[in-house]
C-alpha cells in the first residue's frame, strides 16, 4: 500500500511520542504504582482557570466549561495518600524513576539536563487533582538508529501520569486516582519519520529500548502519540494505539484523509462556495411532527429539538472516501464529540421514512438539486452546541484541515477534540531543584538493550526463542534461570508453555518463582522428567506442595518399569507395540521418558 | 534567591538581564531560551526553553551568553470592565492581608503575583459580583506567622471604619497558619458588630486550577449577603471536597492540619453553619452550643461598634513537657505580666510533684509558680488535649497549683493567650486588679466560653 503514495513528495511529517510508565513507586509520593483495590473514598472537585491564561484563549468560554463540570475522584484509603489528593504538597522526586529516566537519557545518547527543574503543566481537563502535571526535561537532541533510517531525539522527561476516567455524564467527570502519579518517561522524537512503516519501527525499537530498564508491562503500560502532517495540511495528533501492527495503515490513512481534504477545499474554491453558503436553520422540528421514522418520532416525544443545516454544492460528497472513512465522517465525528448524530441528504431516506420532510426541509432553505442537507436532533443546550460546531467544520471545508486530536479506530481514526494549544508551563516551587552531577551520572550503567540481548540468547536457544523471550514479561526469570539450567528448556517453559497453560485456561501467576526454581532444580538432577514439567506446573497452579510433585512424577528406575512393562503385555498379549505404548504412557505419563519405555518395551517383545 | 557573584558578573559581562531570549554556551554545549530568575538551589544558570520548560546550566570558564532579542512581550493584561454598582445588591469591603487568595501567574517568568485590586477580583471570581458590590483595599501584604497584636489592632480599625463608610458585610482574606489568632483577637477587640465579618484564606495556592480560595470568597460572600449573622467568623472548606464551607466560631477554631482544604476545625463546638458552593444554600447548626450560649447576634445596621484595642503584649504561652527545667520559667518572670500553661490533661497539670529522686526538680517548678504568681503575674492553665474542658479540682496537681495562684481557662490555649493580652491591655496587672482581671477571663466575651459541653460535639457533623 505504502508505494502509492510518495511520502516525500507530499511533505510527510512525522513524530512519535511514547509514555512508558515506570515500575516503581509513584512519583511525588510513596504510594505503590500498582494499585488495585476497589475505591471507597469519593472526593469532589471543581478546577477554575488560573489567571494568566488571559488573551491567550477564551477565558470566559474556558471559565463556563469548567463551572459546569464536577471532577470525582475516586480512591482506595489505604493506597492512595493526600498528595494525589492535592491535599498534601508534593514529596521529593522519585530518585529510582530518576535513575530510570536517566538510564534512558543515556541509551538514547541524548545531553542530559545538569540540574532537573520540576515544571507545572497546566491541565484543567480534572485529570489532575492539582490542575496541572509535575513534567522535567532530563535530555535532549539524542539519536535513534533504525533500519529504515535514524531520528533524532528531541526530548526525554520524565512526568506523573495522569488520572484515568472511570465515568462520564452530562456535567460530570468520574476520575480513578490510583493511576495519578505514576511515573513516566516521555520520549519525542522529531519530525522526520519518513513513512508509516518507518514510524511502527521507530516506536518499536524506542519500545524495546524501555523494556531494557525497569518499565511497567502489560496493558496501558505503555502510549504512542503520533503528529502527522503532510504539505498545506496540519498536524494531527493521532492518540491510543492498541497494537504497533496497525499503526502504518492508521497513519498511512491519515495521510489518505488531509488529501481529500485538500481535494475538497480546492473543488469548492473553483466553484466559488463561500462560508456566507453554509446555511444554519435552527428550530425545524415542526416539519418533522407526524414524522414516521421511529427514532426521530422517539426523540420529539423526549422534547428533542431538530436543527437543520444546508451544505452548497455538497450532494453526493459526503459518500467521499476519506482515508479508511467518509467525508461524512468528518462532520458526524463534530457532532459525535457532543453526544449527537447527523442525518443527511445522501443518506437513504426512504429507509429512514424521512424522504417526505426532506424535500418539506430543501423547500424551506429554498435549497437546489446539487445542495445538501442534514439534520441533528437531541436535546438542548447541547443540540446547538453540536450544530454549531458542524457548521463550522463544514466551513472549514474551505479551508483545508482542521488541527485535532484524533483516537486512533479501527484503520483510521476519529475525531476526538481540537489540537490543545501550547501548555503553559510554571515552575514547581514545592519541588527543590536537582543537581545532576557528574559522577551521579557516570554511576548509572548503560543497561544492556534488548535489541543486543538478542543476539545474545539467539545463540543460545534459537532466533525465535530468544524473540519471544526478550518480549516476554518473564525475562527477568529467564536471565536468572539460564545460569542455572538448560537454557532452551527454561525458555520453552516461560514463554510456549505457559503460553498454552493460560491458553487453557490456568492463572500462570499463581505460579511461585521459587516453586518453578525447585521444579528445574528436580528435572537437573534428574529426579523427575521434563516431560512432566507441564502436568507439574498444573499441579503447582492447584496448590499443590513441590514435595507431591517430587514423588508423583519422580522417575522410576528400570526394574520397576520392567515389571509394568510385563504387567501390560500379560494383560493383552500379542499387541501392536503403539497400543502397548500409548496404554503406558498414559499410566506412566510423566514419569519416564518415551524413549527409555520405548527401549524397554521393546526388550520385553522380544 | 540570587544567582553567584560569577553568573552575576557574566550576565553583566555579557549585557544580558533576566527575562532576556538568549543563546547560553556553557563551554560544553548550546542552549537557546529564556533567562529565568533563580530558582535552582546548585549555582546553575536557569533557562526556560521554547518548549516551557525550564533546566539548568552548568557554565565554565569558557561560557559565554548572547542575547538574541529583547524580549518585550509581557503578559497581556486581563480585560477590565469597570465595576457596576448595582443597588439591589448587598455591598461587600475586602480588606486583604495576605496570603495570595487570588494572583496572576505570568508564565513567562513563572512567577506569581498577587491580585488586589476590585476589578482584577472579579475578573478571576465573577462570581463575587454575582452576589455583591465588591470594594476591595490591601491592609497589609504579610505571612501570618509574622503578624504582631498591633497589626490586630490595626484591622480591627479598619473594620470600623468600613462599617462608618456603609457595607452589609466584610471578608478579611488571611495567612491561613495564623488566623485563629486574628480571628480571636478581632473577636474581643471589635464588638458588637453590626455585620458580618468574615475571615477566609486558603490552603492550597490560587495559582492552581484547584485552589480552594475562591470557593472560600465565594462562599463567605454568599453568607454575608445571604444570612443576618453579624460579629467575626472563620469561613473555609469543611471537607476535603468542593462541596461546602464551614462558618466557623471565632474563638473555638483551629488550624488542626498542616495542608488539608478543611484544616479548619470548630473545637468543642460545632461549625455555626455550613454554605453548599454549588447552591449557596445556608444551613445553621442551631443544635451548637454557639446558639445555645447566646453567642449568635443578628445583623443590626443600627448597632453602635465596640472597638476596644488595647493589648499587653507582655504575654506568654508556654508549653509543658516532660523534663522540663523550672529554670526557663525565670525569664517568663521578669519579661511577662501573664503566662499561659499548656498543660496536660484536664488541669493543665505540670511537673510540681516530688516523687523520688529524679522528681527531685518538681519542687522547685511549684516554687517557681508561687513566686510568678506572688510576683503580679497572672497564671492560666490550659490543656494541650486542646479538645475538653480544663477543670482544675479533679486531682491534687491541680488544687496544689490553684493553691499557688494559677487559676484554670477554659478556651483553646491560642485564644487564652489573646484574650489574657487583651485583658491586661485593660487592667493593668496590679494586685487591686487581679481579681477584675480573673473575672474578664472567666467570662465569655466573644463566644470562646461556653458552659456546656455537648454530647457530640467531638466531632464537625452537624
Excluded at chain 1, 257 to 266: I, N, P
Excluded at chain 1, 311 to 318: A, E
Excluded at chain 1, 477 to 491: C, D, I, S, T
Aim: a neutral charge; proline letters at 3%; aromatic letters at 6%.
Amino acid at each position: 500500500m505504502d508505494n502509492k503514495i510518495d511520502y516525500q513528495k507530499i511533505g510527510f511529517r512525522c513524530g512519535i511520542e511514547i509514555h512508558q510508565r515506570l515500575d516503581t513507586h509513584k512519583l511525588f509520593c510513596n504510594c505503590d504504582s500498582g494499585q488495585k483495590n476497589e475505591p471507597n473514598i469519593e472526593i469532589g472537585r471543581r478546577l477554575r482557570p488560573v489567571a494568566g491564561e488571559t488573551g491567550e484563549i477564551d477565558r470566559a468560554a474556558l471559565f463556563e466549561f469548567l463551572r459546569s463540570k464536577e471532577f470525582v475522584y475516586k480512591a482506595s484509603a489505604d493506597e492512595s495518600c493526600l498528595v494525589e489528593a492535592d491535599c498534601e504538597p508534593p514529596h521529593e522526586i522519585n530518585k529510582e524513576a530518576l535513575y530510570i529516566g536517566l538510564e534512558m537519557c543515556k541509551m538514547l545518547g541524548c545531553d542530559i539536563v545538569d540540574e532537573v527543574h520540576v515544571m507545572r503543566k497546566t491541565v484543567i481537563d480534572g485529570s489532575n487533582t492539582s490542575g496541572f502535571q509535575r513534567t522535567a526535561i532530563l535530555g535532549m537532541n539524542g539519536f535513534l538508529n533504525t533500519g529504515k533510517g535514524g531520528v533524532k531525539i528531541e526530548t526525554v522527561c520524565i512526568e506523573e501520569e495522569s488520572a484515568r476516567i472511570d465515568e462520564k455524564s452530562e456535567g460530570k467527570i468520574v476520575y480513578r486516582l490510583n493511576g495519578l502519579g505514576i511515573p513516566l518517561v516521555e520520549i519525542a522524537t522529531d519530525s522526520t519519520i519518513k513513512s508509516p512503516e518507518h514510524a511502527k519501527e521507530v516506536a518499536e525499537m524506542l519500545g524495546m529500548l524501555l523494556r531494557s530498564t525497569k518499565v511497567q508491562r502489560g496493558i496501558g503500560s505503555i502510549r504512542q502519540d503520533i503528529n502527522i502532517s503532510i504539505r498545506g495540511g496540519s498536524r494531527i495528533e493521532i492518540k491510543g494505539f492498541q497494537e504497533l501492527d496497525k499503526m502504518p495503515v492508521v497513519v498511512e490513512n491519515e495521510v489518505k484523509r488531509q488529501l481529500c481534504l485538500l481535494g475538497v477545499k480546492d473543488e469548492l474554491r473553483k466553484i466559488g462556495i463561500k462560508e456566507k453558503d453554509f446555511i444554519a436553520k435552527k428550530c425545524v422540528t415542526d416539519i418533522f411532527k407526524k414524522t414516521e421514522c421511529n427514532f426521530i418520532a422517539k426523540a420529539l416525544k423526549d422534547d428533542a429539538v431538530i436543527h437543520s443545516l444546508l451544505l452548497p454544492r455538497f450532494s453526493g460528497m459526503l459518500k467521499k472516501e476519506c482515508g479508511d472513512k467518509t467525508l461524512g465522517k468528518e462532520l458526524s465525528g463534530y457532532a459525535g464529540a457532543h453526544g449527537f448524530g447527523i442525518i443527511h441528504s445522501d443518506e437513504e431516506l426512504e429507509k429512514y421514512k424521512l424522504y417526505n420532510e426532506f424535500s418539506e426541509l430543501r423547500k424551506e432553505f429554498g435549497a437546489r438539486q446539487e445542495d445538501l442537507v442534514l439534520i441533528i436532533a437531541g436535546k438542548e443546550p447541547g443540540v446547538s452546541k453540536a450544530l454549531d460546531s458542524v457548521l463550522e467544520r463544514s466551513r472549514y471545508m474551505l479551508v483545508g484541515v482542521p488541527e485535532e486530536t484524533r483516537m486512533a479506530h479501527e484503520e483510521g481514526s476519529k475525531y476526538m477534540r481540537p489540537l490543545p494549544g501550547k501548555a503553559r508551563m510554571y515552575p514547581e516551587t514545592d519541588v527543590p531543584s536537582m543537581r545532576i552531577t557528574k559522577e551521579y551520572l557516570d554511576s548509572i550503567a548503560v543497561p544492556e538493550s534488548l535489541l543486543v540481548k538478542e543476539k545474545k540468547y539467539s545463540k543460545e536457544i534459537s532466533e525465535e526463542l530468544a524473540s519471544q523471550i526478550i518480549r516476554s514479561k518473564h525475562l527477568p526469570m529467564y536471565e536468572e534461570f539460564r545460569k542455572e539450567f538448560e537454557p532452551r528448556l527454561v525458555a520453552i517453559i516461560l514463554t510456549n508453555t505457559f503460553k498454552m497453560l493460560s491458553r487453557d485456561g490456568h492463572d500462570i501467576d499463581k505460579i511461585k518463582k521459587d516453586d518453578l526454581f525447585s521444579l528445574f532444580s528436580l528435572v537437573k538432577k534428574k529426579t523427575i522428567a521434563k516431560e512432566s514439567l507441564e502436568n507439574a506446573l498444573v499441579d503447582l497452579i492447584e496448590g499443590k506442595p513441590i514435595s507431591y510433585i517430587e514423588s508423583r512424577y519422580r522417575i522410576m528406575d528400570d526394574e520397576r518399569i520392567r515389571e509394568i512393562v510385563k504387567d501390560a503385555i500379560k494383560h493383552n498379549p500379542g499387541a501392536r507395540e503403539s497400543i502397548y505404548m500409548g496404554a503406558l504412557m498414559q499410566k506412566l505419563r510423566g514419569t519416564v521418558s518415551g524413549e527409555r519405555l520405548v527401549r524397554i518395551l521393546r526388550e520385553e517383545m522380544k | 534567591m540570587e544567582y553567584s557573584v560569577e553568573i552575576l558578573g557574566l550576565l553583566k559581562k555579557c549585557s544580558v538581564k533576566i527575562g532576556d531570549r538568549a543563546v547560553v554556551n556553557s563551554g560544553k554545549k548550546e542552549y537557546k531560551g529564556i533567562i529565568m530568575p533563580n530558582t535552582g538551589d546548585s549555582g546553575c544558570l536557569v533557562l526556560k526553553l521554547d518548549n516551557g520548560y525550564n533546566l539548568g546550566i552548568e557554565l565554565d570558564s569558557k561560557a559565554e551568553i548572547k542575547k538574541t532579542k529583547e524580549e518585550g512581550a509581557v503578559m497581556k493584561k486581563c480585560k477590565r470592565e469597570k465595576l457596576q454598582h448595582d443597588p439591589s445588591k448587598p455591598t461587600i469591603a475586602i480588606l486583604h492581608t495576605g496570603g495570595t487568595i487570588a494572583s496572576r501567574v505570568d508564565y513567562r517568568t513563572g512567577g506569581v503575583t498577587p491580585v488586589f485590586d476590585a476589578e482584577d477580583l472579579v475578573s478571576m471570581v465573577p462570581e463575587l459580583a454575582d452576589v455583591a458590590n465588591i470594594r476591595c483595599r490591601l491592609i497589609f501584604q504579610m505571612w501570618s506567622e509574622d503578624m504582631e497584636p498591633e497589626h490586630w489592632q490595626i484591622i480591627a480599625k479598619e473594620i470600623v471604619k468600613e462599617i462608618e463608610e456603609g457595607c452589609d458585610g466584610i471578608i478579611i482574606t488571611h495567612g491561613t497558619d495564623y488566623m485563629h489568632y486574628t480571628a480571636a483577637a478581632l473577636a474581643f477587640m471589635a464588638r458588637n458588630l453590626p455585620i458580618p465579618v468574615i475571615l477566609t484564606g486558603s490552603q492550597r495556592s490560587s495559582d492552581r486550577g484547584s485552589s480552594d480560595a475562591a470557593m472560600n470568597l465565594i462562599c463567605a460572600a454568599n453568607f454575608i449577603a445571604n444570612s443576618d449573622f453579624s460579629g467575626i467568623a472563620i469561613c473555609m472548606h469543611g471537607s476535603s471536597s468542593d462541596a461546602y464551607c464551614n462558618i466557623l466560631p471565632a474563638c473555638k477554631t483551629r488550624k488542626m492540619h498542616t495542608s488539608r482544604r478543611d484544616a479548619f476545625k470548630p473545637i468543642n463546638t460545632k461549625p455555626i453553619a455550613r454554605v453548599d458552593y454549588k447552591t449557596g444554600r445556608i444551613e445553621f447548626c442551631e443544635n451548637s452550643t454557639f446558639f445555645s450560649g447566646k453567642n449568635y447576634n443578628e445583623k443590626d445596621f443600627k448597632r453602635i461598634p465596640v472597638l476596644e484595642i488595647g493589648y499587653n503584649k507582655k504575654v506568654a504561652l508556654i508549653k509543658s513537657y516532660p523534663g522540663m527545667a523550672a529554670d526557663q520559667l525565670d525569664w517568663y518572670m521578669n519579661n511577662c505580666d501573664g503566662v499561659v500553661f499548656e498543660g496536660g490533661g484536664i488541669a493543665g497539670n505540670l511537673a510540681i510533684n516530688v516523687l523520688d529522686d529524679l522528681t527531685k526538680h518538681h519542687a522547685l517548678m511549684l516554687k517557681k509558680l508561687k513566686d510568678m504568681t506572688s510576683k503580679g503575674i497572672v497564671v492560666y492553665m490550659t490543656s494541650q488535649c486542646i479538645y475538653g474542658r480544663v477543670n482544675m479540682n479533679v486531682y491534687t496537681t491541680g488544687r496544689d497549683m490553684q493553691s499557688v495562684g494559677c487559676m484554670p481557662a477554659y478556651m483553646i490555649p491560642e485564644v487564652a493567650l489573646v484574650k489574657l493580652g487583651w485583658v491586661l491591655g485593660r487592667f493593668k496587672n496590679s494586685a487591686g486588679n487581679k481579681e477584675k482581671i480573673d473575672e474578664l477571663m472567666q467570662k465569655n466575651i466573644a463566644g470562646e466560653i461556653i458552659s456546656r459541653s455537648e454530647l457530640d460535639e467531638f466531632s464537625d457533623e452537624i
